[in-house]
């Protein structure tokens, strides 16, 4: 009757689970816990807890780190930044070698683009 979203229906389970629910699936289809879910359906949450949540967790960081290099560096080349077993990467032409300070600087600005929505 009355939509509700992935994160609704966690946290009316309990809120520990809302916490750590970061998607769903929706009638077998993967979505975002700010998706709504219109009627009846299966649902499934996905959590941190999940393998699925870990590679939506790093696929996720891999865009992050991929904005952030853009932002810092806007002439940098962009080629892959794929998910792997225990993280992620992504492949960058850059003019200059990163530094420890460029590392700081990076972690910095994709935890600011995270906090946003």
Request: glycine share 6%.
């Amino acid at each position: 009757e009355n939509p509700v979203t992935i994160a609704e229906i966690a946290t009316d389970i309990s809120p520990g689970l809302a916490k750590e629910t970061i998607a769903g699936k929706v009638n077998g289809d993967p979505v975002d816990s700010s998706d709504l879910v219109e009627s009846d359906a299966e649902v499934v949450l996905i959590t941190v807890r999940d393998p699925e949540g870990w590679e939506i967790i790093r696929h996720s960081c891999a865009h992050l780190l991929g904005h952030a290099i853009k932002q810092l560096w806007p002439d940098s080349k962009m080629a892959i930044g794929p998910t792997i077993e225990n993280g992620f990467y992504y492949d960058v032409d850059l003019e200059h070698r990163i530094t420890d300070e460029d590392i700081t600087a990076l972690e910095k600005r994709m935890k600011e683009l995270a906090e946003t929505r």
